[in-house]
């Protein structure tokens, strides 16, 4: 029992449960309600299914391989959550990683091999590559890892919506309105991603001065410790307000519609807590306090993404 708690902790069992709700959520708020206009998929809900658990193991031997390589970092940065060489052994780790990573890329090659999609093998396959420069290398780098983590949870949204927009077509919907469905269906699934990309981006940047002191020590090249506390701050900043406008621009886009749920719960669920945020890093200091940020950014991702069951409610 205990080595099956520690494995749960080493991949992050929150965030692969957050992983899997937003690909359920994606389904059953952007996807679901098509059907009933008539559009259909070649894309069925066991692919689905099979989809979302190769997303959930590609991501769960990234944290492992994370912590495998961050061993030294941590014990500066956070002596008490690495389970490697704590509970569970380095050679272990390693052969959990090659399971997991090979389960997740023979799913999505049977994927392939059952729909009409062709370039998820691939696609997952490189995402495992990746996820193994960023553990060796890429981490280190100014920016680079922060962009490439950024890009791969943006990824866990984008790949759903291409096995959906591949298959989809017209079955019994009205041909008039077939492209006013695929065009909505693009627009939210950018929207999206791209709030993934940005927030992602962000709480990145923070947990780099969170964890500044193992960073430096082992000579990392992480945004604080190459251009400093005050502009790592005002980088983060500048995408906090640029998020917040985007979020503003598309509530008084929706208003039109009167989506006035929409508005009302973006205002206080998303908004309102980015806005919080700005003024909070402005005067934190400590390793402490760009935690707090960083858990408080998590929130308002889960806010963002909850807020696609709003879709739902105006489909």
Known sequence: ?????????????????????????????????????????????????????????????????????????????????????RTIKRRWAIVQHIVLSLAGI??????????????????????????????????????????????????????????????????????????????????????????AFIISLIREVVKDMEDMEGDARYGCRTMPIVWGIPASKMFVAVWLVVLISIICVVQVYVLQFGWWISAAYSILLIIVPLVWIIFKLRSAQSARDYHRLSQAIKAVMLAGILSMLIFRIYS
């Open 106 to 195: 023979l799913i999505s090659v049977y994927i392939d091999l059952t729909t009409r999609t062709f370039w998820l093998g691939i696609s997952n396959f490189i995402c495992v590559m990746l996820l193994f420069g960023y553990s060796i290398s890429l981490k280190k780098k100014l920016l680079i890892g922060n962009i490439l983590i950024s890009a791969l949870t943006a990824w866990v949204i984008i790949v759903a919506f291409l096995c959906y927009y591949r298959t989809m077509f017209c079955a019994g919907c009205d041909p008039a309105f077939y492209e006013v469905y695929v065009h909505r269906f693009i627009r939210i699934a950018i929207l999206y991603a791209g709030f």
């Open 1 to 85: 029992m205990k080595l099956l708690l520690a494995f749960f902790r080493l991949v992050r069992w929150q965030n692969l449960a957050f992983i899997a709700i937003t690909q359920l959520l994606f389904y059953f708020s952007l996807v679901q309600p098509l059907y009933a206009k008539g559009v259909s998929f070649d894309f069925g809900k066991q692919h689905f299914l099979l989809l979302m658990l190769a997303s959930v193991l590609i991501a769960a031997a990234g944290y492992i391989i994370n912590d495998y390589f961050d061993l030294n970092i941590d014990r500066v940065n956070k002596p008490k959550k690495n389970e490697i060489d």
